[in-house]
């Protein structure tokens, strides 16, 4: 029998609406491309996004035309987030900090016709521009451009007011199917090129709802987040799209993650709510213990992941009064796929369990399915002990990539992740390691993330990689690279000690480097791939040497 109910689609000119008329008076608090403070409503932020899908309709950008942006999280990217989608064309946001051929590979895939870019980025912009022939329009976000710059280029330039004086506040967009593809944004790239993965309006839709449920995010209009996340990273995380919806106010970073601009953006707009990658959080408290700061606010929860997220970092944080949540996600599900939500019942479970709960990457949220399968693609038993490639399955789950037909990365209809954990019977997901990074010792896998957190518990250490090295008796044996605590000194003997009675004595590393810091990706995230290279060269240098000898 069909039902009775009505069929509207979901996705962003709905959102823009009821931004406009029911969160109106919720607001953004930013800092500007010069580090100035400025507010906007809701209502003027959906007013403003309209301007900008009616102005790039005047210009004769069709339906599904697609619109890049290179930029940090200020209010101008955030209207673009509404106005291009709300309008049927589709929001690119692209990763700045990418290389130059690597932008022109996104650009030139998903087709970029034009492109708003704030004061920042325009260096980037000009090494790119005239790789990009299909590009028409350049959009200056912080002023005009000077005259003889814009001559210089391929394209039309016009100034973001400018743009947004063309157009009408119109909130009445056409119907739009909610299948269609509102954001396209591309993976990191640290395993090759950069994949694209398309939102759709629906998933966009769904994925900001579950982010609103108590047993992810549970954000509400009594919320004010902070996300800490760059606006090109996995769409926000999906974050601006659910405060939004929730009408949660919001504190944008603007350009700069530094930890002394977080602070004063937490001063300044009072978060509830925060989210990021751990390195920024534990910058922000490197920066805190500096200034002997011992309170963040109002700041009661973080949500953190997108990494392995340290235990000695959300007991830092409880002790500052803060909760700091673990989340696992990729770009392939939309970012926030599973949270560490406490469920009631765990008071009352035995130790193992609540230390297994503790120290997982969460639950997945309703909407979204997971299981465990050998690489042969074998089901595992959702057992807790046995370790297989995670693979998900859900509305906010891609089924493939931009301009791609191998559908090698799809087990059954299910994404298969590329990364390695368990599964409990209650659902917690508990990761060991991503398969490209994984450690095989004579046959037997040893948990690259597992050993790091017990390496990263010695006092002296901050932080600490552990990577995958040839040899020739194991295949592989691990090799660890430790960024030693301010003032603090460790041998490669002594954590060896320490790990003797926390870690399986075959997975002690015989090879330890110690440097300064540990290279990061362009959203902070540790970059094993360059870590597994420097190790390989100080081998290759350190048997040089021993042969000139
Ligand atoms: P990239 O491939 O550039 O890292 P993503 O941002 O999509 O792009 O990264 C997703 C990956 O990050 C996941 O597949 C997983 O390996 C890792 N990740 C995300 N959250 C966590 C977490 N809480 N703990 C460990 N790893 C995580």
Redesign the pocket.
Known sequence: MKSTMQDSPLGVPLLMRHVARVNGRSRVGAFDAQRQPITRTFAELAARAGRLGSALEQRGFGSGAVIGTLAGALPEHLEAYLGVPASARVLHTINPRMHADQIVHVATLADDEAMIVDAGNLGKFHEIASRLPRLRLLVTVGGPLPGDLAASLPCETIDYEALLAQGEPRLDWPIIDEHETAILCF?????GLPKGVGYSHRSVWLQAMSLCTANSLGLGSASRLLPAVPLY??NGWGLPFAALMAGADLALPGASLQAPDLLALIDAEAPTLAAGVPTIWSDLLAHLRAMQRTHLGALTTIA??????PQSLIDAYAALGVRML???????TS?MSAISQTPGWIASADRATQARCAAA??RVVCGLEARVADLGGTLLPCDGASVGEIQIRGPWVTHGYLGQDDHAHLHDGWLR???LGTIDADGFIS?TD?VKDAIKSGGEWIPS?ALEEAIRSHPAVLDVAVVALPDPRWQERPGAVVVLAPGAGATPDELAQWLVTRVAKWWLPERWAFVDALPR?A?G?MDKKRVRQMMLERIDAAATAAEQC
Do not use: F, N
Not at 304 to 309: D, L, N
Not at 326 to 332: K, P, R, V, Y
């Open positions: 993976t990191g790239g640290t395993t990273h996995v953190c992941g997108g990494a392995q997220v673990q989340a696992w996600g990729m770009t392939e970012s990457q969460g992740t590329g990364d990761l991503r993330l990706t959203v995230k």
